[in-house]
């Protein structure tokens, strides 16, 4: 083959690769993926369960309460409320605080509310974390938190000495009504 044939078959295969590529650019392209293994990520229990709860009522110079729900109240008879509560805690580096809402605490008599200031305690083996209060940790899962709260049915309606003339005395406001000493509740929320 002569030289100008030689080149212009180099020519013309050129032109017909390039043609055939489509602009000139090479067709080939490369990809390559890898799947990575999935995680699984575990969250623990947040969570307050109610173990037990009562409502007594002592009469003064009795040896034995009875339950509230039995007794006819009197004045000076001590209504008392016990709630234990159980957390569930479960987690690395979790940190939660368990309180006692006291708001709920209203006496009432007959449906009218009376302002009877109740007297509350609170125990666990949790540490303490304020008023009514108390530290959770993982290390805290199963603890349990009592609260006790007393209120005593005052002699008279104000609470103060019987006046002589009997205008604080309960005469029938007492009598055949229903005593309900309100709600306790705990709550517990996460901290960081």
């Known amino acids: 083959m002569s030289t100008p044939r030689l080149g212009r078959a180099a020519i013309a295969a050129a032109l017909g690769v390039v043609l055939l590529s489509g602009s000139g650019g090479t067709a080939a392209s490369w990809t390559d993926s890898v799947t990575s293994a999935g995680a699984t990520i575990e969250s623990g229990p947040l969570e307050v369960e109610a173990v037990s709860q009562s409502v007594v009522v002592a009469r003064p110079g009795s040896p034995t309460a009875t339950p509230l729900a039995s007794t006819r109240v009197n004045p000076g008879d001590t209504i008392t409320m016990t709630s234990t509560v159980r957390v569930h805690a479960a987690g690395d580096t979790l940190g939660a605080r368990l309180e006692l809402d006291s708001a709920g605490l209203v006496m009432t008599v007959g449906g009218v509310a009376r302002q009877w200031t109740p007297r509350i305690s609170t125990t666990s083996s949790l540490p303490g974390a ?25 002699a008279t309606t104000d609470g103060r000495a019987r006046a002589a003339d009997r205008s604080n005395w309960w005469g029938s406001q007492l009598q055949n009504q229903t005593v309900t000493p309100g709600g306790l509740r705990w709550t517990l929320v996460q901290q960081p």
């Open 130 to 154: 304020g008023s009514h209060a108390f530290r959770v940790t993982e290390t805290g899962d199963g603890a349990t938190a009592t609260a006790t709260v007393s209120w005593t049915v005052p």
